[in-house]
C-alpha cells in the first residue's frame, strides 16, 4: 500500500515537473504552471454524452488530466481524439492512454490535424487551450470552427484564468454561460460553456 502511493505521488510529482518545464519553454502554448486539477477535469466532462455514440474531442491534453476523465466518463478510447501542440507530452500520453487517437498539431488549424471523419460530428469539445494567450480574432475563429464540428446545441467546454470568459458571446450565433469557478484549481479556474445557436 505504502509503495503504490509512493509511486502515485511519485508520477504526480514527474509529470508537474515536465509541466513546468514545458510552460517555461512555451509559456503561450502551457497556459499554467501546474496541470489541471482532477476535480476540474471531471466537471470539464460532465456535459459528455457518452450513449450518443459520437466521438469526443479534446485540445491540449497535456499530462492526461482531462483525458482519464474522458475516459473514466465512458467513451471508448478509440472514439477520443486528442490534439497536442507540445511534442514532449504524446509519448507518456500514448503509454498511458493506449487507444486514444493522440494526434500532433495546432488546434487553430484543425483541418490540418484530423482524420477524415466522414462527416461525423463530436458530441462534445472539451479545450484546455490557454487562450487568453492568443489574440482576440484567433480565439473567435477557433470557436466558430469548433462549433461547426459539433452536432447542434452540444457543448464546446472551455477553461481560463481570467474572470469573464476568454470569448465574449455573440448572441446572434453562439451563446455563453459559466459551467463553474474552480477554487481548488491552481490557480483558481472558470469553466465556460459555447453553443451554437438554433438558427431554425
Known amino acids: 500500500m505504502a509503495a503504490r502511493l509512493a509511486r502515485k505521488v511519485s508520477k504526480r510529482f514527474d509529470e508537474e515537473i515536465k509541466f513546468f518545464k514545458n510552460w517555461i519553454d512555451q509559456p503561450k502554448a502551457v497556459g499554467a ?28 491534453p ?4 482531462i483525458t482519464k476523465a474522458i475516459l473514466d466518463k465512458g467513451i471508448p478510447p478509440e ?15 500514448q503509454s498511458s492512454f493506449p487507444g486514444v487517437n493522440f494526434l500532433h498539431g495546432d488546434a487553430f488549424n484543425l483541418n490540418s490535424v484530423l482524420p477524415d471523419l466522414e462527416g461525423r460530428k463530436f458530441d ?6 490557454p487562450l487568453l494567450n492568443f489574440p482576440l480574432d484567433s480565439r473567435i475563429r477557433l470557436l466558430d470552427d469548433l462549433l461547426d464540428r459539433l452536432n447542434p446545441g452540444r457543448p464546446v467546454v472551455q477553461f481560463s484564468y481570467g474572470p469573464k470568459s476568454p470569448i465574449p458571446p455573440n448572441w446572434s450565433t453562439y451563446t455563453v454561460e459559466p459551467l463553474d469557478w474552480m477554487v481548488r484549481n491552481v490557480p483558481p479556474a472558470r469553466l465556460w460553456v459555447y453553443r451554437r445557436v438554433s438558427m431554425v
Not at 486539477?37 to 479534446?58: H, Q, Y
Not at 472514439?79 to 500520453?93: A, G, H
Request: hydrophobic share 40%; glycine share 10%.
Open 79 to 93: 472514439e477520443l481524439y486528442s490534439v497536442e501542440f507540445s511534442e514532449c507530452f504524446l509519448p507518456d500520453l
Open 124 to 129: 462534445a469539445i472539451i479545450s484546455g487551450i
Open 33 to 60: 504552471v501546474l496541470p489541471t486539477s482532477v476535480s476540474t477535469a471531471r466537471k470539464m466532462v460532465s456535459l459528455i454524452n457518452e450513449d450518443s455514440g459520437n466521438p469526443v474531442l479534446e485540445l491540449g
Open 62 to 65: 497535456g499530462t492526461g488530466v
